[in-house]
């Protein structure tokens, strides 16, 4: 069954911005949530080229070979994603301004 997360992206961050867990499987959440919006927002300020991200789930203990599908929920602000190969899903608040948003940024084409 998929998960769905709901999440502050915040919370995973220290006080300088950079994420707060130094290892282990927080720090792999973490840079998979941040991985999400670097990829999203890459794609808003029209940056080519950027890894799309693949799903970190393993129904049956065999990773799931579907890659993560992002939009902007035009109401909240927040980022939502999808798995469409398992279902995972969730909701990314505060994420706007952190180190992974490149919406600001010129393009690099």
Same mark, same amino acid.
């Given at each position: 069954? &998929?998960?769905? /997360? ?5 919370h *995973?961050?220290?006080? !300088?911005? !950079?994420i707060a867990?130094?290892?282990? @499987? ?6 998979? *949530?941040?991985?999400?919006?670097a990829?999203l ?8 080229g *950027?890894k799309k991200? &693949?799903?970190?789930?393993k @129904?049956?203990?065999?990773?799931c070979? #579907?890659i993560i599908e992002? /939009?902007i929920? &035009?109401e909240t #602000?927040?980022?939502c994603w999808?798995c @469409?190969?398992? #279902?995972d899903?969730?909701?990314i608040?505060?994420w706007?301004d !952190?180190?992974w948003d490149? !919406?600001?940024?010129? @393009?690099?084409?």
């Amino acid at each position: 069954m &998929p998960d769905t /997360w709901i999440t502050d992206l915040q919370h *995973f961050l220290d006080e !300088s911005g !950079s994420i707060a867990v130094i290892s282990g @499987p927080a720090r792999k959440l973490a840079e998979h *949530f941040t991985g999400i919006v670097a990829e999203l927002s890459a794609d808003l300020a029209d940056i080519e080229g *950027f890894k799309k991200i &693949p799903c970190r789930r393993k @129904p049956e203990r065999k990773p799931c070979k #579907g890659i993560i599908e992002s /939009w902007i929920d &035009p109401e909240t #602000g927040e980022i939502c994603w999808t798995c @469409p190969e398992c #279902g995972d899903n969730g909701y990314i608040k505060n994420w706007k301004d !952190s180190l992974w948003d490149l !919406s600001n940024e010129l @393009p690099r084409n």
